[in-house]
């Protein structure tokens, strides 16, 4: 993909969220740390130690800089805020990790501009909102995941969810999830329900407060700000994964409040989990419907899939052995491959 001569620039303007984007990104710059390319990260300071720490990616040998000077650039990978920039780098990568729609994307600026970059989208989901936003045709690189570091261990009675505390930019359904808990926990009194996520962006005291006063009396854990190590440990000790993120939101109204991919839920299947996951945003391009997950329309069916899956332990192993194998497809090796071919 390069040598010692290139240079690439990657922007991206939510360094401070951390969040899934964010670790596509860093994975997008360390595989070109990796191909000898010299990388700068246009960030006000260093962030390299916070990415190792949240995802186990060593950019260390990448530079922060201030100016965004684009025409010193062979390469710039840029994750846009719905805007499209002024590059004069040699290649621009554009990379949609959010489904915009209604930000005026194909006025005349975004056309022209449109004509001499590539685009990448998160997922197909993705890319259906963007290319009608912005009349373009972009190509769908699924995220990476680093899908041998999180592996199956002794598993426990847990359903875990992970996912950020916060509504700011997702509908995540913590409180969906809770109720739903609520409702079978009697007939599946040995199970705990964990929710795990972060709270450095959009989560406020009174909506943790609710979360927390709606599973009074239940099981439920909360794990805050869990590190890489944390997570892999609570992946591999779950049974099923569940997920509302993006429940009761109007895809074509609200696009970007939909779980635009799924990253954790790779993640957990990754570790033999099995996903039992709201059947919408980019959720239905991860999981097969009864052969590697399941996928539902509404809580009552969530519950319902899970009250049948509790029991049938046979089927339980046979489903997270098919979760694990369906993983891989999204491993971060594909993921190198893919975007080594668009440079």
Known sequence: MGN?????????????????GEKYTATAAKALLDQNWQVDIYWPKNISAQILDRFGIDLSRANSVYELITNNYELVFWVPDGSLPVSWA??????????????????????VKSRFYTFISNSQFTKQVVDHEYWIN????????????????????????????????????????IQSFRNIYSRIPDWKLILAGNTNVGTTDEYFDNLQNTAKGLPVEFVINPDLADLKKIY??????????????????????????GMTVVEAMSAG???????????????????DGFLWESPDQMEKITLNLVPDKKRLIYVSKFAQNKAKIFSEEKFKVKLSELL
Do not use: C
């Open 90 to 111: 040699k290649k621009t990568l554009i990379h949609f990790q959010y489904p915009f729609h209604d930000v005026g994307g194909h006025n005349i600026k975004n056309l």
């Open 138 to 177: 972009s190509h769908v690189i699924y995220p990476p995941i680093k899908t041998n570091d999180f592996t199956p261990g002794p598993k426990f009675k847990h359903i875990l969810y992970v996912g950020r505390f916060s509504n700011l930019a997702q509908a995540k359904g913590h409180a969906t999830l």
């Open 273 to 291: 989990a099995v996903p039992i996951i709201v059947n919408s945003g980019g959720h239905p391009e991860i999981v097969t419907h009864g052969e």
């Open 4 to 20: 010692t001569n290139h240079k690439a620039l990657i922007y991206d303007p939510y360094w401070d969220s951390l969040g899934g």
């Open 236 to 261: 591999s000790r779950a049974s099923i994964l569940w997920s509302a993120s993006g429940y009761g939101i109007v895809e074509s109204d609200q696009p970007e409040r939909m779980e635009h991919f």
